[in-house]
């Protein structure tokens, strides 16, 4: 359908409009000047949201920083509480480990929610990010707080398996009982565990330890926090230390927790028709631009929005380049450079670097 709508468009083109501007804090509906005044303004809480409807498709706003020459973007990454992947796939162009004093750095803190259920927790493996829907107002006003952290998920060949789970144990400061198939393959790697590993700066859980449904699969801390964002695990989903300390706090026995495989998402924005691509897993041999336009087809099909004819030469490129931001798709004549530049800029704190995170922020 929405490739039809394309067609109608580009065979009257005069008749397609450009739809109104978003809001303040976003980035306007008309195309920025090339030449660009910016502001700097103090970073955007990523990790929470109050007030969440249950119509709302997409959290957030784009910013932007300019690099200091000590900076990494793992640093920035942990800074903004982003993985490591997600600021990979947003900055293509930017050396991870020399970015370069002023060089611009884009914080992919702007999110379509993925398409799941809003109870409890929802994990989206391809975007390596977790959303903890938790009631923040009188039940039945349809509002939420959003929590949402990135994740380091299970490397190829030890998945982290879809579907739907339930927490069904919490244990503080937890022992490790590497699985029989770990141990082989460290052994195999002339690396040995023992049976046990106890509490403290070794044990690979971190300090807390969430315990799923699913036999052998747990939400946890990390003694590695580098590792966050990226597929290094052997299934189980890890946390920053300061990330799981109070998810471990808010969430209760029971509660669901819905794992997702959606690498494209599509969502609504102040009218505007939204479009998120990632790189899918490794092992995902679904046709992506044909998933990119079934997700705009579902969201088309969720508003009653006749002149919202989507770009396909700009779903094309988000297809192609996969950085995980989304992007308006409905605004014709818009450039993704254009977009990005118009990112809110914000100021880089330096004083808090990779390991000097405390589990207060």
Same mark, same amino acid.
């Given at each position: 359908?929405?490739?039809?709508?394309?067609?109608?468009?580009?065979?009257?083109?005069?008749?397609?409009?450009?739809?109104?501007?978003?809001?303040?804090?976003?980035?306007?509906?008309?195309?920025?000047?090339?030449?660009?005044?910016?502001?700097?303004?103090?970073?955007?809480?990523?990790?929470?949201?109050?007030?969440?409807?249950?119509?709302?498709?997409?959290?957030?706003?784009?910013?932007?920083?300019?690099?200091?020459?000590?900076?990494?973007?793992?640093?920035?990454?942990?800074?903004?509480?982003?993985?490591?992947?997600?600021?990979?796939?947003?900055?293509?162009e930017v050396d991870p480990w020399l970015p370069g004093a002023g060089t611009r750095v884009y914080l992919p803190t702007l999110m379509i929610l993925p398409?799941?259920?809003?109870?409890?927790?929802?994990?989206?493996?391809?975007?390596?990010?977790?959303?903890?829907?938790?009631?923040?107002?009188?039940?039945?006003?349809?509002?939420?707080?959003?929590?949402?952290?990135?994740?380091?998920?299970?490397?190829?060949?030890?998945?982290?398996?879809?579907?739907?789970?339930?927490?069904?144990?919490?244990?503080?400061?937890?022992?490790?009982?590497?699985?029989?198939?770990?141990?082989?393959?460290?052994?195999?790697?002339?690396?040995?565990?023992?049976?046990? !590993?106890?509490?403290?700066?070794?044990? /690979?859980?971190?300090?807390?330890?969430?315990? $799923? *449904?699913? =036999?052998? @699969? +747990?939400?946890?801390?990390?003694?590695?926090?580098?590792?966050?964002?990226?597929?290094?695990?052997?299934?189980?989903?890890?946390?920053?230390?300061?990330?799981?300390?109070?998810?471990?706090?808010?969430?209760?026995?029971?509660?669901?927790v819905h794992i997702v495989d959606q690498p494209v998402l599509a969502g609504w924005l102040d009218g505007e028709l939204y479009v998120e691509v990632h790189?899918?897993?490794?092992?995902?041999?679904?046709?992506?631009?044909?998933?990119?336009?079934?997700?705009?087809?579902?969201?088309?099909?969720?508003?009653?929005?006749?002149?919202?004819?989507?770009?396909?030469?700009?779903?094309?490129?988000? !297809?192609?380049?996969?950085?995980?931001? /989304?992007?308006?798709?409905?605004?014709?004549? $818009? *450039?993704? =450079?254009? @977009? +990005?530049?118009?990112?809110r800029v914000v100021a880089n704190d330096g004083t808090k670097r990779r390991g000097e995170v405390t589990a207060s922020r």
């Amino acid at each position: 359908m929405a490739r039809a709508l394309v067609a109608l468009c580009a065979a009257v083109t005069s008749a397609c409009t450009v739809l109104p501007g978003a809001t303040t804090g976003r980035v306007p509906a008309r195309e920025a000047s090339a030449e660009i005044l910016s502001i700097v303004h103090a970073p955007l809480n990523a990790r929470r949201f109050e007030g969440v409807a249950a119509e709302t498709e997409v959290v957030g706003a784009l910013q932007a920083l300019d690099a200091m020459h000590e900076d990494t973007l793992a640093d920035l990454a942990r800074q903004h509480d982003l993985g490591y992947q997600e600021m990979r796939d947003a900055n293509p162009e930017v050396d991870p480990w020399l970015p370069g004093a002023g060089t611009r750095v884009y914080l992919p803190t702007l999110m379509i929610l993925p398409a799941a259920p809003r109870d409890g927790i929802v994990i989206n493996l391809p975007g390596m990010r977790l959303f903890e829907y938790a009631q923040a107002a009188p039940e039945g006003t349809g509002f939420q707080r959003l929590y949402t952290h990135p994740i380091g998920i299970g490397r190829e060949g030890w998945a982290t398996p879809t579907g739907t789970m339930r927490v069904t144990q919490k244990t503080r400061n937890p022992k490790w009982y590497p699985p029989a198939s770990v141990r082989a393959e460290h052994a195999a790697e002339g690396d040995p565990l023992p049976e046990v !590993v106890p509490p403290g700066p070794d044990n /690979p859980l971190g300090r807390f330890k969430i315990r $799923l *449904s699913r =036999p052998n @699969y +747990l939400i946890h801390g990390t003694n590695k926090p580098a590792g966050v964002g990226m597929r290094v695990s052997h299934g189980c989903i890890r946390l920053y230390p300061e990330d799981i300390a109070p998810l471990f706090e808010r969430v209760a026995l029971e509660t669901p927790v819905h794992i997702v495989d959606q690498p494209v998402l599509a969502g609504w924005l102040d009218g505007e028709l939204y479009v998120e691509v990632h790189p899918p897993l490794a092992e995902d041999q679904r046709d992506l631009e044909q998933l990119a336009w079934q997700a705009i087809d579902d969201a088309l099909a969720r508003r009653d929005a006749p002149g919202a004819i989507p770009d396909a030469a700009l779903v094309a490129r988000l !297809v192609r380049e996969r950085r995980g931001i /989304p992007v308006p798709v409905t605004r014709h004549g $818009l *450039s993704l =450079p254009t @977009y +990005l530049a118009a990112a809110r800029v914000v100021a880089n704190d330096g004083t808090k670097r990779r390991g000097e995170v405390t589990a207060s922020r």
